[in-house]
């Protein structure tokens, strides 16, 4: 028994690396999508101040003519 005591323990350890390396792989993918979409926010937001930026510049000038 102690013979083929090993060899399950190797089976399960290949089959737990297995299941952990597709997990793996799938919060891989998960992260840089989600790693996109904030980095796709930040551009948009910064963008957003830069115009608004501008926006208060002129009403500035508005007020003060």
Same mark, same amino acid.
């Given at each position: ?16 690396? @297995? ?20 980095? @796709?926010? @930040? ?7 830069? @115009? ?14």
């Amino acid at each position: 028994m102690n013979e083929n005591d090993w060899e399950m323990r190797a089976k399960d350890r290949r089959l737990e690396n @297995k299941a952990l390396k597709k997990r793996i792989k799938e919060l891989t993918i998960s992260r840089d999508s989600w790693k996109a979409k904030y980095m @796709k926010q @930040k551009e948009v937001f910064t963008e957003s101040q830069m @115009k608004l930026e501008i926006v208060k510049k002129n009403i500035q000038r508005i007020v003060q003519v």
